[in-house]
């Protein structure tokens, strides 16, 4: 096997997995990366359901995304959401009206019993996205956190109180009982490199993999598994990440993401700064690749993916000596 | 009993009650108007409510409509609605992004078990609206109408076709077994003039006199009850009145619409073109005034508001001298 690859699947959180997933699209030929997107951020507000890295994966992926700020819409107004606040409702999450479009038509199809899977296959299809997108599950899954203000919803301490609560735990409500996504489990059988984005572990990635079928058929799945961090030298390029492993009491090092995902994967790509990490790795027997893993924008995601790309074939050949 | 009215309560429907409205809130002190608002036009789009007659007494009492077309928030945008277009959804309703936050906050609101009635009250209170405005019930109730190309509701035919479609059949489904909004029939019993909007008697005002309870109380009603016809000279001011009477069978004449509201109105306000009518209505029994009835902007809503008064006020003493 070469670095070829046909049928990529790409786990991914928001804004840094979308921008690996626009990298991996740009890298790859058409009709060749699967997304499987986290929903345990998803939230109703106003009783329409917000799907925030399912929406900055079509965003980005259908070149509507504001890319001054990574998500919402481009040029998008709050005319709705000024509306509701003069109406005395709570407007801390920042819905722009375009995006307010996509929340009404979702909420409208999932009332009307189509799937989640379903509802974001076809917003993909008609605004031309550059991959498929595939939310891990159509059940609810809800990312809670135990904090110093008690248990809260992810998009709550997120947006509403901007990661202020100190965080104890972590659970992944409903995942346990969930069913993946049937597409997302196809893509998975039928995959011939499974990549895990930049996105943060704790919060984008491990809610997609607390889902048992899921975690089963990557644990099993001969393809090629490689992930990218999303710390340099301990620092997250954007969120909350290095503070909230340091609250969970974990090391916020590259090697303890890795970690994460142990039984997973069988590369990683760290960034070239992290030179300790990567010995580290490859001590415990993971292949290693070192590059600039800073994406910047589009051309930078592209890059980036083009070395994963290459990373993975040199994965998959090492995989094929092995099993012989 | 003067023109000095305290209590007045207008039933309307859209743009023309709500010209009435705004005229009456001008003329009359602060807190002495409450319009009963027609719900027969009330529909769902994507799973949220839309009130057309309440939205537009709303956004006019509060300064917000749009002036130029009489309905509309002022200088909304159409992103939302672009969105669901793009997305394959029916968009022949035009709903603006300021109109979808009202939108989607009452649906929510009516989800969470508040009724209409609350919910209007809401709005309009934090929005300073210049009158009280009430549902004429927290049901639905709703305006179909069997058409050559068979039964309709009212937004499809109206907004949808453009009224194209000919109409054989009323129906006011719901109203009657609905119950009047609680604050529609208070007002009722303590007003001290009930006036009728020159709405559309077919499609605004008997969808509210079809609910049994407020057609009971108005019949009974001890305080004069005035009208305003909506026919100048046999045409509509706007809307597809005029038409509408033809093809059920009905004369086009202010006489006419005087006629549907027999039992409930003590005198009539026509235009001054409109010289047989009057003196038709003259020879029925009722109290007739005879004025220029086209409104224009809000200051011609407020001339006609006062003529209106000045008329009830005389019509007050005609009756109090005949029950004397």
Same mark, same amino acid.
């Given at each position: 096997?070469?670095?070829?690859?046909?049928?990529?699947?790409?786990? $991914?959180? %928001?804004?840094?997995?979308?921008?690996?997933?626009?990298?991996?699209?740009?890298?790859?030929?058409?009709? &060749?990366?699967?997304?499987?997107?986290? !929903?345990?951020?998803?939230?109703?507000?106003?009783?329409?359901?917000?799907?925030?890295? #399912?929406?900055?994966?079509?965003?980005?992926?259908?070149?509507?995304?504001?890319?001054?700020?990574?998500?919402?819409?481009?040029?998008?107004?709050?005319?709705?959401?000024?509306?509701?606040?003069?109406?005395?409702?709570?407007?801390?999450?920042k819905l722009g009206d375009a995006d307010f479009g996509l929340h009404i038509w979702r909420s409208w199809r999932l009332a009307e019993g189509a799937s989640l899977s /379903? =509802?974001? $296959?076809?917003?993909?299809?008609?605004?031309?996205?550059?991959?498929?997108? #595939?939310?891990?599950?159509?059940?609810?899954?809800?990312?809670?956190?135990?904090?110093?203000?008690?248990?809260?919803?992810?998009?709550?301490?997120?947006? %509403?109180?901007?990661?202020?609560?100190? #965080?104890?735990?972590?659970?992944?409500?409903?995942?346990?009982? +969930?069913?993946?996504? #049937?597409?997302?489990?196809? /893509?998975? $059988?039928?995959?011939?490199?499974?990549?895990?984005?930049?996105?943060?572990?704790?919060?984008?990635?491990?809610?997609?993999?607390?889902?048992?079928?899921?975690?089963?058929? =990557?644990?099993?799945?001969?393809?090629?598994?490689?992930?990218?961090?999303?710390?340099?030298? %301990?620092?997250?390029?954007?969120?909350?990440?290095?503070?909230?492993?340091?609250?969970?009491?974990?090391?916020?090092?590259? @090697? &303890?993401?890795?970690?994460?995902? +142990?039984?997973?994967?069988?590369?990683? =790509?760290?960034?070239?700064?992290?030179?300790?990490? /990567?010995?580290?790795? @490859?001590?415990?027997?993971?292949? !290693?690749? +070192?590059?600039? =893993?800073?994406?910047g924008g589009p051309e930078g995601a592209e890059r980036l993916a083009r070395e994963l790309l290459a990373f993975a074939g040199k994965v998959a050949i090492a995989g094929e000596?092995?099993? %012989?």
């Open positions: 096997m070469t670095g070829d690859f046909q049928h990529v699947v790409l786990l $991914a959180g %928001g804004v840094g997995g979308a921008r690996m997933a626009e990298g991996l699209a740009r890298a790859l030929p058409a009709g &060749a990366l699967t997304v499987i997107a986290n !929903v345990g951020d998803d939230e109703e507000f106003y009783g329409l359901r917000v799907c925030p890295d #399912v929406d900055t994966l079509l965003y980005t992926l259908s070149d509507r995304i504001d890319r001054s700020q990574g998500w919402g819409v481009a040029y998008d107004t709050v005319k709705a959401l000024d509306v509701l606040r003069d109406l005395g409702a709570p407007v801390w999450m /379903a =509802i974001v $296959a076809e917003a993909a299809r008609q605004w031309g996205a550059r991959a498929d997108i #595939v939310p891990a599950t159509d059940e609810r899954v809800r990312t809670k956190l135990n904090t110093d203000e008690g248990w809260m919803d992810f998009q709550p301490w997120f947006v %509403g109180r901007r990661c202020i609560p100190k #965080v104890s735990e972590l659970r992944y409500e409903g995942a346990e009982s +969930a069913k993946p996504a #049937v597409s997302a489990s196809a /893509a998975i $059988a039928s995959a011939d490199l499974i990549a895990f984005a930049p996105s943060n572990p704790l919060l984008s990635i491990e809610p997609i993999l607390a889902i048992p079928g899921l975690r089963d058929s =990557i644990e099993k799945c001969r393809a090629p598994r490689v992930g990218v961090s999303p710390l340099i030298g %301990g620092k997250a390029v954007k969120g909350p990440l290095a503070r909230l492993m340091q609250d969970l009491g974990i090391e916020a090092t590259t @090697r &303890a993401v890795a970690g994460r995902y +142990a039984g997973l994967l069988d590369g990683f =790509i760290v960034d070239t700064g992290d030179v300790e990490d /990567a010995e580290a790795l @490859r001590a415990s027997g993971l292949a !290693v690749a +070192a590059t600039e =893993i800073l994406m000596r092995r099993r %012989g």
